[in-house]
Structure formats: structure tokens, C-alpha cells
């Protein structure tokens, strides 16, 4: 079982459509992060959950709605997106603390398609 | 501001040739982290190594090895003797010390190692 799971891997849907996509940890980390990955453009950070609450939003539209009911499972609604929203999310979990940071490990992935 | 420069879109090599990844990064803040993370076809971002920017030592891991030049917003990484396995899209980044990990991403470099 790998540490972070995203399901589904792929999923199409359409501009009316509403999906959600769901990350879990088998890490027994405190934070978990959403991240958008699109063609030529940097890895963005879309929103993080510290001890299951959000403590950042990146300026990110809100037909993009996450979730974290418990520390081990983050989702990301998703409502009337656009075709520019196709793009590879990736979930990551990490163990933070006050005094330093550690390493983040990423789920593989779900490819977005919107049509 | 954070920002990661990887000016390197994409670097070919011949197997056991060895190869340098560039990063260079620009940040306000005293304390941070910075990163690297390996990409391959399958998506998921697999961790290599998290630097304090209180430790400037290099760092070898294997055929890996990291050079952080403090006084020049640089963290390069050299692969020794490249192996087809090699071939993925390498990702630099950095993270304020803000109790999680917050990544700013550079724009990565594909690694193409050919036998």
C-alpha cells in the first residue's frame, strides 16, 4: 500500500458536471496539501490543511472546494470547471511542526480532463 | 516573494555520463527549505533530499550529490554515471519554515538518459 492514494487516476467530465477527487495518507501525517500541475506552468500549491484545518488558499477559484474530514483523507470538490482546469492534481501529505519542516510525499496523481 | 529558477528545460545524455541540474532561488526569509524531487512518466513526485538553509554541507547519496551555495541562491544536483532510470522531470523547490511545507516549485528539467 503506498504512503498517499489518490483516486481516481483519470477522470473526464464535463463543464456542468460535479466530481470530487479523494487523496489518503497511511502516513500518520498532521498536513496535507492539494497541488495543480499544468502544461508548461510550475507545480502551484492550491490549498493546506494543517491539523485539518485550512490554513492557506492560494487565490485558488472557488468552483474548486477541499475538504478534510480527518487527518489521513483531503478531497477536492470540483464544480462547472473550465477547460483550462485540465491538469494533473496532485495530493501530498507531510508531518509539520512548529521549529521545522519535513519532507512531502505525493500521491501519483489524478489527470483531469474537462470537455 | 519565492521563486525557483531550473533554467534548464531539458538535458540529453549518453548512459554512465554524468549530468548537473541547476537551481537557483530567491527568498526574503532567513530560514527555509529547499528540495528536490524526481518526476517519472507514472506522475508521482518521489523525494530526494531537504536542505536547511542553516546547513550548508553537500551531501552525496549514492550517485547523488547536492551543492548548496548559500551565497549564490544555488542548489545544484549532480547524478554520476546516468542510468536510463535516470530519465524523469527533476523538480527544485523551496519552503519557507513556516511550520508546513509550503512548496514553490520550479519549473523543472527533463532528464533524458539514452543508452
Known amino acids: 500500500e503506498t504512503g498517499v492514494t489518490q483516486t481516481p487516476r483519470h477522470l473526464v467530465m464535463g463543464m456542468t458536471n460535479k466530481k470530487s477527487l479523494k487523496c489518503e495518507q497511511h502516513?500518520?501525517?498532521?498536513?496535507m496539501y492539494w497541488y495543480k500541475q499544468s502544461a508548461k506552468k510550475p507545480l502551484e500549491l492550491m490549498f493546506v490543511?494543517?491539523?485539518?484545518?485550512?490554513?492557506e488558499n492560494n487565490s485558488v477559484p472557488s468552483r474548486f472546494s477541499p475538504e478534510c474530514p480527518n487527518s489521513s483523507h483531503l478531497f477536492l470538490h470540483l464544480h462547472t470547471l473550465q477547460p483550462e482546469d485540465s491538469a494533473l492534481y496532485l495530493c501530498?501529505?507531510?508531518?509539520?511542526?512548529?521549529?521545522?519542516?519535513?519532507?512531502?510525499?505525493f500521491g501519483q496523481g489524478t489527470r483531469l480532463t474537462v470537455v | 516573494a519565492q521563486k525557483v529558477t531550473q533554467a534548464q528545460t531539458e538535458i540529453s545524455v549518453v548512459e554512465k555520463e554524468d549530468v548537473t541540474l541547476d537551481c537557483v532561488y530567491e527568498t526574503r526569509d532567513t530560514t527555509y527549505y529547499l528540495f528536490w524531487y524526481k518526476q517519472p512518466p507514472s506522475g508521482e513526485l518521489v523525494f530526494l533530499i531537504r536542505r536547511n538553509s542553516f546547513d550548508e554541507q553537500n551531501e552525496i547519496s549514492g550517485r547523488y550529490s547536492w551543492n548548496f551555495q548559500k551565497s549564490t541562491s544555488s542548489f545544484n544536483f549532480t547524478i554520476t554515471a546516468s542510468q536510463v532510470v535516470d530519465s524523469a522531470v527533476y523538480f527544485c523547490a523551496l519552503s519557507p519554515n513556516s511550520g508546513y511545507s509550503t512548496l514553490t516549485f520550479g519549473k523543472g528539467t527533463m532528464l533524458l538518459v539514452s543508452p
Open positions: 501530498a501529505s507531510s508531518q509539520d511542526r512548529r521549529g521545522g519542516i519535513t519532507e512531502a510525499f
Open positions: 490543511y494543517s491539523l485539518e484545518e485550512r490554513v
Open positions: 502516513l500518520g501525517h498532521n498536513a
